[in-house]
Structures are given as C-alpha cells and as structure tokens.
C-alpha cells in the first residue's frame, strides 16, 4: 500500500498521508511519494489546487525517528510545495507536531477540524525546529512562535488560527474548508500561481539565504549526544534525563 493516495474531484486533487500505524511520520518513503504526486500534478492544467489530509488520527507526527529523512530532502520537499503553481490546502483533523507543523507551515491555506492538536516539541527531545522555522517564522505571530518554538506545549486549533498557523478552525473541518475551495475554484488558474508568488516570496527569500545553515544544524543536533538521549526516551516512554 502507499503511503501517499491521490483522488480528484472539481479540480481540486486531494492528497492523503495514509500511514496511519506510523502517525504518518515523515519518513523517507512518505517524504518521497509526497514529492512525487506533488511534481505530477504541479505540471497538470487539470488542477485547480491540492488539498492535503491524513487517514487516522494524527495528520503528521514529524520526523520518524526509526527511519529519518535526510533533512536535505525534507527541505526540498517543502520549498516543492512553497513553489508549486497551484494552492495547497492542509485538512487537519488530527494531531501535528514537530516536522509536522513545517509541512503544514508551507501549505498557503488550512482548516483544522475539533480533532486537531499542535506542538513544536523539538526542544523536549534535544533538538530544535530548524529547517522548519523558515516556513513557520514566516506565517505565526511572533510571540506565539516564541512560546511554542521554546516550551513544546500542545495547543488547540482556535489557537493556531489566532496564532497564524492555520487560516479557520471549527467544529466541522469539511465545513469549514468548502468556501476555501469554492473560492479557488472560481479563480482563474494564471492569476492564481501569480498570487501565490507575491505570498511566498519572503518564504523562499528563507530558503534561499538559510537552507544550507539549517539543514546543517538540523544535522548536527541529531547527531549530539543528548538528542541520541531524547530521542531514545521518546522511542522508550520514558521521561528524559533533564526534565525537572
């Protein structure tokens, strides 16, 4: 089975992580069949725009730690999406954290349904959200970045709306979406990708000027000795060694 399923309807494709027994961590072969859909619909004038969801109860838990992706080729995958002439649209209903929330950081709209919790709990596991804070620097409020990028606390989706991650949050997630859709679909194609170029030119001025020190410093911290310790924690359901 894949991990990434693709269905169209009125223009609009819908892309679904769809590994729910693994939280729909971003490993490699995830990382990989994302890239792929992506760049073939990116060339289709079929497309009005994507939407991307997720099977099970969690939209994306980050990086998997069993199988991590190279950072590199994350990056990649979201300046894909930053790039991509048509809107991308991010359907949560589920639980985001850490390298998720970059995912859902480079979609241009989303709506969160009551089912959808957020951390950024790098910190909690010795690392830090590095390549991710491009997209997210960029898109939340300063002090709510502050807050989540520092303590790792969970936080709900009326939040992420109030805080910039998210553009609606309600009780019904489908509801929500529908006038976000009915919107682009009744844009014109050309107008659209020119538009969605004015909004992410600060975004890709990011990665244009930090990749490389990001993606390096992602790296690094991986590698050190106390994300060896917290990632082992994580792995183990045990507390980590510096928690007070």
Request: glycine share 12%; net charge negative; hydrophobic share 45%.
């Given at each position: 089975?894949?991990?990434?399923?693709?269905?169209?309807?009125?223009?609009?494709?819908?892309?679904?992580?769809?590994?729910?027994?693994?939280?729909?961590?971003?490993?490699?072969?995830?990382?990989?069949?994302?890239?792929?859909?992506?760049?073939?619909?990116?060339?289709?004038?079929?497309?009005?725009?994507?939407?991307?969801?997720?099977?099970?109860?969690?939209?994306?838990?980050?990086?998997?730690?069993?199988?991590?992706?190279?950072?590199?080729?994350?990056?990649?995958?979201?300046?894909?999406?930053?790039?991509?002439?048509?809107?991308?649209?991010?359907?949560?209903?589920?639980?985001?954290?850490?390298?998720?929330?970059?995912?859902?950081?480079?979609?241009?709209?989303?709506?969160?349904?009551?089912?959808?919790?957020?951390?950024?709990?790098?910190?909690r596991?010795?690392?830090?959200?590095?390549?991710?804070?491009?997209?997210?620097?960029?898109?939340?409020?300063?002090?709510?970045?502050?807050?989540?990028?520092?303590?790792?606390?969970?936080?709900?989706?009326?939040?992420?709306?109030?805080?910039?991650?998210?553009?609606?949050a309600?009780?019904?997630?489908?509801?929500?979406?529908?006038?976000?859709?009915?919107?682009?679909?009744?844009?014109?194609?050309?107008?659209?990708?020119?538009t969605?170029?004015?909004?992410?030119?600060?975004?890709?001025?990011?990665?244009?000027?930090?990749?490389?020190?990001?993606?390096?410093?992602?790296?690094?911290?991986?590698?050190?000795?106390?994300?060896?310790?917290?990632?082992?924690?994580?792995?183990?359901?045990?507390?980590?060694?510096?928690?007070?």
């Amino acid at each position: 089975m894949g991990l990434v399923r693709s269905s169209p309807q009125r223009g609009i494709i819908t892309f679904t992580l769809d590994n729910p027994a693994n939280r729909n961590a971003l490993s490699a072969g995830l990382v990989g069949g994302l890239a792929e859909a992506l760049a073939d619909c990116g060339k289709d004038p079929d497309v009005r725009a994507v939407v991307l969801t997720h099977t099970g109860s969690t939209f994306c838990s980050g990086a998997d730690l069993r199988e991590p992706p190279d950072p590199a080729v994350f990056v990649g995958l979201l300046r894909r999406i930053v790039e991509l002439p048509k809107p991308v649209v991010a359907r949560v209903d589920g639980h985001v954290r850490a390298g998720g929330l970059g995912l859902l950081g480079v979609c241009d709209l989303a709506a969160a349904g009551p089912g959808a919790s957020f951390a950024l709990t790098e910190v909690r596991i010795g690392v830090a959200p590095a390549v991710i804070s491009m997209p997210l620097l960029a898109r939340m409020d300063p002090g709510a970045a502050s807050r989540y990028f520092l303590t790792g606390e969970r936080f709900g989706g009326a939040e992420a709306a109030r805080a910039g991650l998210v553009t609606v949050a309600g009780d019904d997630v489908d509801a929500e979406l529908a006038p976000l859709l009915e919107g682009l679909r009744k844009a014109a194609p050309g107008a659209l990708a020119e538009t969605k170029k004015l909004l992410t030119a600060r975004v890709l001025d990011a990665f244009d000027h930090h990749t490389d020190s990001l993606v390096a410093l992602s790296a690094r911290l991986f590698a050190s000795a106390e994300a060896r310790e917290g990632m082992g924690a994580f792995l183990e359901r045990r507390e980590c060694p510096w928690v007070l």
